[in-house]
């Protein structure tokens, strides 16, 4: 089983947590969605335009500087 894009971990390791105290780990794989979220507009579009996405409001939040030496031309360290 794939899932959905994963940006909130505390949510998906409270997951994990139920998935192991019901045994599922040891019946299916399970394989956590990653990806790049490269700009505050695909943060804040997928937090509010894509069904069942979880995307922390610190992620959404961000004025756009360049406040953690990240890539050039803007954004925070944790956006590509």
Avoid: C, W
């Amino acid at each position: 089983m794939q899932t959905q894009l994963i940006y909130n971990v505390e949510r998906f390791r409270a997951y994990m947590e139920q998935v192991r105290a019901l045994g599922l780990h040891e019946r299916v794989y399970i394989l956590a969605g990653v990806g790049p979220l490269k700009s505050v507009r695909q943060a804040s579009y997928m937090a509010t335009q894509v069904a069942g996405m979880d995307v922390p409001q610190d992620l959404v939040d961000t004025d756009g500087e360049d406040t953690e030496g990240g890539p050039a031309g803007g954004g925070n360290s944790h956006l590509l």
